[in-house]
Protein backbone atom coordinates (compact mmCIF):
# COMPACT_ATOMS: atom_id res chain seq x y z
CA UNK A 1 0.00 0.00 0.00
CA UNK A 2 1.44 3.34 -1.05
CA UNK A 3 2.11 6.11 1.49
CA UNK A 4 -0.31 8.90 2.34
CA UNK A 5 2.48 11.08 1.09
CA UNK A 6 2.56 9.45 -2.44
CA UNK A 7 -1.36 9.26 -2.79
CA UNK A 8 -1.49 13.05 -2.21
CA UNK A 9 1.42 13.86 -4.54
CA UNK A 10 -0.66 11.50 -7.43
CA UNK A 11 -3.80 13.32 -6.94
CA UNK A 12 -2.59 16.66 -6.31
CA UNK A 13 -0.36 16.18 -9.78
CA UNK A 14 -3.80 16.09 -12.07
CA UNK A 15 -4.94 18.61 -9.86
CA UNK A 16 -1.84 20.63 -10.17
CA UNK A 17 -2.29 20.10 -14.31
CA UNK A 18 -5.84 21.31 -13.84
CA UNK A 19 -5.25 24.35 -12.37
CA UNK A 20 -2.68 25.72 -14.83
CA UNK A 21 -4.57 25.01 -18.12
CA UNK A 22 -7.54 27.23 -16.21
CA UNK A 23 -4.83 29.87 -15.77
CA UNK A 24 -3.24 29.71 -19.22
CA UNK A 25 -3.30 32.33 -21.72
CA UNK A 26 -6.60 31.15 -24.24
CA UNK A 27 -5.74 30.21 -27.50
CA UNK A 28 -8.17 32.04 -29.15
CA UNK A 29 -10.28 35.50 -28.43
CA UNK A 30 -12.90 33.83 -30.94
CA UNK A 31 -13.43 31.09 -29.05
CA UNK A 32 -14.19 31.47 -25.60
CA UNK A 33 -13.55 34.40 -22.61
CA UNK A 34 -10.74 33.45 -20.32
CA UNK A 35 -12.28 35.66 -17.96
CA UNK A 36 -15.62 37.59 -16.99
CA UNK A 37 -15.41 41.13 -19.05
CA UNK A 38 -14.58 44.05 -16.94
CA UNK A 39 -18.11 45.93 -15.00
CA UNK A 40 -17.44 48.57 -16.91
CA UNK A 41 -18.03 46.72 -19.96
CA UNK A 42 -20.90 44.72 -18.61
CA UNK A 43 -22.85 47.77 -17.97
CA UNK A 44 -22.48 48.95 -21.62
CA UNK A 45 -23.73 45.47 -22.76
CA UNK A 46 -27.50 46.20 -21.87
CA UNK A 47 -27.38 49.39 -24.97
CA UNK A 48 -24.71 47.88 -27.23
CA UNK A 49 -24.95 44.17 -26.93
CA UNK A 50 -23.66 41.41 -25.14
CA UNK A 51 -19.48 41.38 -25.88
CA UNK A 52 -20.64 44.70 -27.74
CA UNK A 53 -22.48 43.29 -30.70
CA UNK A 54 -25.18 45.55 -30.99
CA UNK A 55 -28.56 44.80 -32.35
CA UNK A 56 -29.83 48.09 -32.39
CA UNK A 57 -29.51 49.52 -35.62
CA UNK A 58 -28.93 53.07 -34.23
CA UNK A 59 -26.32 51.75 -31.62
CA UNK A 60 -22.92 50.93 -33.19
CA UNK A 61 -21.11 47.53 -32.50
CA UNK A 62 -18.07 48.09 -30.39
CA UNK A 63 -16.68 44.51 -30.76
CA UNK A 64 -13.79 44.74 -32.75
CA UNK A 65 -13.38 48.31 -32.98
CA UNK A 66 -9.11 49.75 -32.50
CA UNK A 67 -8.61 49.99 -28.98
CA UNK A 68 -7.27 53.68 -29.32
CA UNK A 69 -10.26 54.73 -31.44
CA UNK A 70 -12.49 53.80 -28.66
CA UNK A 71 -10.39 55.27 -26.56
CA UNK A 72 -10.42 58.84 -28.06
CA UNK A 73 -14.40 58.09 -28.18
CA UNK A 74 -14.65 57.71 -24.48
CA UNK A 75 -12.76 60.39 -23.63
CA UNK A 76 -15.01 62.66 -26.02
CA UNK A 77 -18.15 61.80 -24.41
CA UNK A 78 -16.24 62.16 -21.36
CA UNK A 79 -14.79 65.73 -21.66
CA UNK A 80 -17.72 66.83 -24.30
CA UNK A 81 -16.00 66.42 -27.55
CA UNK A 82 -18.57 64.08 -28.73
CA UNK A 83 -22.25 64.36 -28.69
CA UNK A 84 -23.77 62.63 -25.72
CA UNK A 85 -26.90 61.36 -24.51
CA UNK A 86 -26.16 58.89 -21.17
CA UNK A 87 -22.24 57.96 -22.23
CA UNK A 88 -21.29 60.99 -21.13
CA UNK A 89 -22.81 60.46 -17.40
CA UNK A 90 -21.84 56.87 -17.20
CA UNK A 91 -18.36 58.00 -17.91
CA UNK A 92 -17.81 60.27 -15.37
CA UNK A 93 -16.34 58.63 -12.50
CA UNK A 94 -14.46 56.17 -14.83
CA UNK A 95 -10.34 56.55 -14.21
CA UNK A 96 -7.74 56.61 -16.90
CA UNK A 97 -6.71 52.88 -16.55
CA UNK A 98 -10.15 51.81 -16.46
CA UNK A 99 -11.31 53.52 -19.70
CA UNK A 100 -8.25 51.77 -21.30
CA UNK A 101 -9.36 48.61 -19.91
CA UNK A 102 -12.79 48.94 -21.48
CA UNK A 103 -11.46 49.93 -25.05
CA UNK A 104 -8.71 47.00 -24.86
CA UNK A 105 -11.37 44.59 -24.02
CA UNK A 106 -13.84 45.54 -27.08
CA UNK A 107 -11.06 45.58 -29.42
CA UNK A 108 -10.60 41.82 -28.67
CA UNK A 109 -14.08 41.10 -29.65
CA UNK A 110 -14.82 39.13 -32.36
CA UNK A 111 -16.98 41.47 -35.25
CA UNK A 112 -20.88 39.95 -35.57
CA UNK A 113 -21.85 41.71 -39.50
CA UNK A 114 -25.48 42.13 -38.99
CA UNK A 115 -27.69 41.80 -42.37
CA UNK A 116 -29.03 44.89 -43.73
CA UNK A 117 -31.31 46.01 -46.52
CA UNK A 118 -29.55 48.18 -48.81
CA UNK A 119 -30.54 50.25 -52.43
CA UNK A 120 -27.39 47.97 -54.47
CA UNK A 121 -27.47 50.83 -56.85
CA UNK A 122 -26.36 53.32 -53.65
CA UNK A 123 -24.27 50.27 -52.81
CA UNK A 124 -22.38 50.24 -55.80
CA UNK A 125 -21.38 54.62 -55.89
CA UNK A 126 -20.77 54.20 -52.63
CA UNK A 127 -17.95 51.94 -53.28
CA UNK A 128 -16.45 54.51 -55.94
CA UNK A 129 -17.22 57.15 -52.92
CA UNK A 130 -15.53 55.02 -50.41
CA UNK A 131 -12.13 54.41 -52.38
CA UNK A 132 -11.90 57.93 -53.10
CA UNK A 133 -13.06 59.42 -50.24
CA UNK A 134 -12.47 56.99 -47.45
CA UNK A 135 -10.38 54.14 -48.12
CA UNK A 136 -7.07 55.55 -47.52
CA UNK A 137 -8.03 55.54 -43.40
CA UNK A 138 -10.45 53.17 -42.78
CA UNK A 139 -9.25 50.31 -45.43
CA UNK A 140 -11.38 48.15 -46.93
CA UNK A 141 -11.49 44.17 -48.10
CA UNK A 142 -8.16 45.24 -49.92
CA UNK A 143 -6.42 47.59 -48.04
CA UNK A 144 -6.13 47.34 -44.12
CA UNK A 145 -7.16 50.62 -42.38
CA UNK A 146 -4.52 52.74 -40.66
CA UNK A 147 -3.82 52.18 -37.17
CA UNK A 148 -6.58 52.84 -34.53
CA UNK A 149 -8.57 53.71 -37.82
CA UNK A 150 -12.14 52.08 -37.27
CA UNK A 151 -13.41 49.38 -40.49
CA UNK A 152 -16.85 51.25 -40.96
CA UNK A 153 -18.01 47.86 -43.62
CA UNK A 154 -20.32 45.98 -41.30
CA UNK A 155 -21.20 48.75 -38.98
CA UNK A 156 -25.07 49.81 -38.64
CA UNK A 157 -26.24 51.81 -41.05
CA UNK A 158 -28.61 54.16 -38.86
CA UNK A 159 -25.74 54.70 -36.71
CA UNK A 160 -23.46 55.86 -39.53
CA UNK A 161 -25.72 57.90 -41.08
CA UNK A 162 -26.71 60.33 -38.07
CA UNK A 163 -22.70 60.05 -37.19
CA UNK A 164 -21.66 61.04 -40.59
CA UNK A 165 -24.45 64.12 -40.26
CA UNK A 166 -23.03 64.88 -36.70
CA UNK A 167 -19.40 65.33 -37.85
CA UNK A 168 -20.48 67.42 -40.98
CA UNK A 169 -22.67 69.75 -38.35
CA UNK A 170 -19.74 69.95 -36.08
CA UNK A 171 -21.46 67.98 -33.58
CA UNK A 172 -18.42 65.49 -33.07
CA UNK A 173 -15.08 66.17 -33.67
CA UNK A 174 -13.53 64.99 -36.31
CA UNK A 175 -9.83 65.48 -37.45
CA UNK A 176 -9.12 68.00 -39.56
CA UNK A 177 -8.43 64.87 -42.88
CA UNK A 178 -11.85 63.55 -41.98
CA UNK A 179 -13.30 67.11 -42.40
CA UNK A 180 -12.09 68.14 -45.35
CA UNK A 181 -12.98 64.53 -47.03
CA UNK A 182 -16.61 64.99 -45.77
CA UNK A 183 -16.77 68.30 -47.15
CA UNK A 184 -15.36 68.03 -50.57
CA UNK A 185 -17.52 64.68 -50.92
CA UNK A 186 -20.79 66.44 -49.64
CA UNK A 187 -19.55 69.70 -52.31
CA UNK A 188 -19.47 67.18 -54.97
CA UNK A 189 -22.01 64.29 -54.85
CA UNK A 190 -24.87 66.24 -51.71
CA UNK A 191 -26.79 64.27 -49.75
CA UNK A 192 -27.02 60.83 -52.05
CA UNK A 193 -23.13 60.77 -51.78
CA UNK A 194 -23.44 60.28 -48.39
CA UNK A 195 -26.31 57.91 -48.31
CA UNK A 196 -24.62 56.09 -51.17
CA UNK A 197 -21.66 55.84 -48.68
CA UNK A 198 -23.83 54.50 -45.97
CA UNK A 199 -25.56 51.58 -48.17
CA UNK A 200 -22.08 50.91 -49.43
CA UNK A 201 -20.95 49.94 -45.46
CA UNK A 202 -24.15 48.36 -44.78
CA UNK A 203 -23.86 46.00 -47.90
CA UNK A 204 -20.79 43.81 -46.10
CA UNK A 205 -21.49 40.63 -45.66
CA UNK A 206 -23.49 39.76 -43.14
CA UNK A 207 -21.90 36.65 -40.37
CA UNK A 208 -25.79 35.63 -39.77
Known sequence: MPRPTRIYRLLGLPLLLVSWLASAEPVSETTFEPTPPPLLAQACFGCHGERGRSSAPPIPSLAGLPSGYLLEALRGYRHGGRLATVMDRLLEDSSAPELRRLADYFERQPRLIPKQRVDWDLAFKGRQLHRFYCRECHGDLERDPQRDTPRLNGQWMDYLRWTLQDYLLGINQADDEMSQALIRLIRRHGDEGL????????????DR
Do not use: F, M, N, T
Open 195 to 206: EALVHYYGSARA
